[in-house]
């Protein structure tokens, strides 16, 4: 494929897609955005890790190669657009990218790029693993009973981005015909969102949970949604969700309901569902009761954040993006740019390392993967950690950003 705004590397080869999963060469060509703000300091720190976890698990008989793409502020600085075409051509084309947090303005300014680059790459799984480090700061008495994995469709909901501002054409114009042809009274003084969930992502995603869950040895798949409200969206998204459980995965699944009218659960998923609100306080009360949750898009973002801050936060939270159809994914921190603390090399890089192993266990490097979390974990119980966790352990070392990279690697033996 040819670029004008880049130069691809000379070596290195294309990651492929087959049959349902990556095939990956032993010299890949992968993508990566460094982020705005603390992307100046994390995606170093990480490339540490992540080059050192390679080299130690294969001896330099496989190597990544780096693909450097522009996207954010750094695109702004160059005279770009924020997230230029060849940038989504390019992950497009080498299907693989890993990136730091890109800013997204609040309010006006132009709009969320991570939500524009799952939309635009069809990236409709965003899979969040959430579990327990020991030696993480947490507020819980049992943070290590909560392992769950998220899976929040990524493409509709409220970010679908459908909305217009109070006063503008397009709001009157809506209320109007909400108005006269719907018989729904809306205020006029109204900004305007649209919600779709559609029959045909929902059950995309819920076969994406579901076949991770056999995948994995996962235990159970909850349907998380306030279908008691919003029937005809959210209460869809359960129907439809239950609908693949029976129409394509009949003899590997059960319900909740089959199981009370006297069906074995032995050796199969268990379906379930929860309303959103409620499953809050079921993830803090009961959080070993579930495992693979799948839910529409602003659930997931709650959700996912909520289970976070049980066991560490968002700085110790990977996440991915992920089309299980065509094998694109994007591995992402899951945090935002902090820009007080970009330059200081002072941050904890963890959310972005750990999406990097969730990538290279995508790729089926697990070796990569597994000495990346060996290497957390050591360097956790080490206490030499940054000062977001140092300041809560008793006995820690505080230190840098780029020390605590080098710590990881440290523990990898």
Request: net charge neutral; aromatic share 8%; with cysteine.
């Amino acid at each position: 494929m040819e670029f004008k705004l880049y130069k691809p590397p000379e070596e290195g080869e294309l990651i492929q897609f087959k049959e349902g999963k990556p095939i990956t060469p032993d010299n890949p060509i992968i993508c990566r955005i460094r982020g705005d703000g603390i992307g100046v300091d994390i995606s170093p720190a990480a490339e540490i890790v992540f080059n050192a976890a390679v080299e130690r698990a294969y001896g330099g008989k496989r190597k990544v190669v780096w693909f450097d793409l522009l996207a954010g502020e750094e695109a702004i600085a160059k005279g770009l657009d924020p997230l230029p075409q060849e940038t989504i051509d390019a992950i497009s084309y080498f299907k693989v990218a890993i990136k730091g947090p890109l800013t997204t303005p609040v309010g006006g300014g132009y709009r969320s790029l991570n939500v524009t680059l799952r939309q635009v790459l069809d990236l409709y799984c965003c899979v969040r693993p959430v579990r327990y480090y020991p030696g993480v700061p947490s507020p819980m008495k049992r943070p290590d009973l909560l392992n769950i994995v998220v899976f929040r469709e990524n493409t509709e909901d409220v970010y679908a981005g459908i909305e217009w501002a109070k006063d503008t054409p397009e709001a009157k114009k809506v209320i109007e015909f909400l108005k006269n042809e719907m018989n729904v009274k809306v205020r006029n003084d109204s900004g305007i969102g649209i919600k779709p969930i559609s029959e045909y992502a929902s059950k995309r995603l819920v076969r994406a949970a579901i076949n991770y869950a056999i995948k994995h040895n996962r235990k159970s798949v909850t349907l998380v949604h306030k279908g008691n409200i919003m029937k005809y969206t959210e209460g869809a998204f359960r129907e439809w969700g239950y609908e693949v459980a029976k129409d394509e995965f009949s003899g590997i699944t059960v319900t909740e309901k089959e199981i009370k009218d006297g069906a074995s659960a032995e050796g199969k998923i268990v379906i379930k569902d929860r309303i959103a609100d409620a499953m809050f306080q079921q993830l803090l009360l009961r959080p070993n009761e579930y495992d693979v949750i799948a839910t529409p898009n602003l659930n997931g973002d709650y959700v996912s954040d909520a289970c976070a801050a049980q066991v560490g936060g968002l700085g110790m939270a990977p996440g991915a993006n992920i089309n299980y159809e065509n094998g694109k994914a994007i591995f992402e921190a899951t945090h935002g740019s902090a820009p007080k603390h970009a330059g200081k090399d002072e941050v904890n890089p963890s959310s972005l390392i750990l999406s990097g192993a969730m990538m290279f266990q995508y790729l089926g490097w697990t070796e990569v993967s597994d000495l990346i979390i060996k290497g957390i974990e050591g360097a956790i119980k080490s206490k030499k950690v940054t000062y977001d966790l140092a300041r809560q352990i008793e006995g820690a070392t505080k230190v840098k950003c780029s020390e605590f990279a080098r710590e990881i690697v440290n523990n990898m033996d």
